[in-house]
């Protein structure tokens, strides 16, 4: 009997694999780590940071999808409190709000905003040279792109109406995204998934495996288009440089400072979520995207710079440190005259499907992820003759 293989056990891979058995598909994960989880793993011992996204938006489709299984699990929203200890870097100094053209621009429809434009020009004609500006650097937060105003209008303008929406859409799984990944493989495995961890696939093996029937390739775009040695596989992502800190305790620190001078972000992930760090200590996170072949240390020194100015005496106060480097890992970015629909498509013919976080899917961040995911393993299942389980969410693929 024919079998469907995902290569690959993150958000995407673990969504498409738990879609395909549901309408009771054979199905094979294969990943080449020893644990789950791609980017969405969170790093064991004292300190739970995350080594990609961070929160889930909650009206996007994939909460839905996530809530009818009933692996949400606990899920953190911000305490009203700390919600006022948000600061914006504007002008050289830290101020408690943002310029009033910032949140005339985030109220726009996004349907207001033309695909073939890029953002600053757009904006510019909507709220001003000095709103536009601010606006494009906030969004670094949700774009991890050095430059968001070069991008489509229509790209940004969705993404920031979404990241200022009150009451706020993003939610923290409580733990970090490990136990969200946990539920998730549990539900594959008690659907009858096969999982293979520590199993690394090449083009060889790919072969092989579609003779046994559909392959849902759920890597990073990089690996895909080495996996399926295909040129064509290329969009563009954000290069963005990670500080993580855990500091001791100190009253009066920011829950979040946002660059307005320049796109940059950080935050303080233990104000929503205390089990992050040990008690006595909170996690902080600055991320920083940096223009291609810039190097990291001129990120690092900004990231340091906002929190001399947010975060006082924090060099005394680091029990932890870590830097990274996120290179083409934070998810597509559409240019000026693309949408999601141009990136590269989930189905590669001849029983090759594509599912991750930058392919020809709907979303913010992970939501892309996830819908294609499901989109891939419809198309699989039906491949194999199987009807589609009732009640997918064919609407958001």
């Known amino acids: 009997m024919q079998r469907i293989h995902v290569v690959g056990g993150g958000l995407a891979g673990l969504t498409a694999a738990i879609t ?3 309408s009771r598909a054979q199905v094979t994960l294969h990943e080449a780590h020893h644990t789950l989880g791609g980017r969405a793993r969170t790093a064991e011992g004292r300190y739970l940071t995350n080594e990609g996204p961070h929160a889930l938006y909650r009206r996007g489709p994939h909460w839905a999808w996530l809530e009818r299984r009933g692996l949400l699990g606990p899920f953190a929203s911000v305490p009203p409190l700390e919600g006022t200890r948000f600061l914006f870097h504007r002008d050289g100094a830290l101020r408690r709000t943002p310029p009033l053209a910032l949140l005339r621009l985030a109220l726009r429809s996004p349907r207001r905003a033309p695909v073939d434009s890029d953002f600053r020009t757009w904006a510019t004609g ?4 000095q709103g536009a500006r601010a606006a494009a650097h906030h969004m670094g937060v949700a774009l991890f792109h050095h430059d ?9 303008q969705e993404r920031l109406r979404r990241a200022t929406a009150l009451p706020p859409e993003a939610r923290y799984p409580v733990g970090g995204w490990a136990r969200l990944v946990g539920r998730m493989a549990s539900r594959a495995w008690d659907l009858g998934v096969r999982i293979e961890t520590g199993a690394r696939i090449g083009p060889r093996d790919l072969a092989g495996l579609r003779r046994g029937g559909p392959v849902i390739v759920a890597t990073h775009l990089d690996s895909a288009r080495a996996l399926l040695e295909d040129p064509a596989l290329t969009w563009d992502s954000g290069r963005t440089a990670l500080l993580d800190l855990a500091l001791r305790t100190r009253r009066g620190d920011p829950f979040i400072v946002s660059d307005l001078d320049a796109p940059g972000w950080v935050e303080r992930f233990t104000a929503q979520d205390p089990t992050l760090a040990p008690r006595g ?3 902080v996170q ?5 223009a291609p072949g810039a190097p990291r240390a001129d990120a690092v020194r900004r990231a340091e710079h906002l929190l001399d100015l947010g975060f006082p005496g924090w060099r005394d106060r680091t029990t932890w440190r870590r830097e990274a480097l996120a290179s083409g890992r934070t998810g597509a970015v559409d240019r000026p005259g693309t949408t999601w629909r141009d990136r590269p498509a989930v189905d590669r013919g001849d029983g090759i499907l594509l599912a991750g976080d930058q392919v020809a899917a709907p979303g913010l961040l992970s939501e892309v992820a996830f819908n294609s995911g499901i989109r891939a393993a419809v198309l699989a299942v039906g491949l194999l003759g199987h009807a589609p389980r009732e009640g997918l969410d064919l609407e958001h693929t």
């Open 281 to 283: 200590q909170q996690l």
């Open 20 to 22: 395909a058995a549901e």
């Open 126 to 129: 909507q709220v001003g040279e």
């Open 286 to 290: 600055a991320q920083i995207p940096l």
């Open 148 to 156: 968001p105003g070069s991008l489509s209008a229509a790209f940004v």
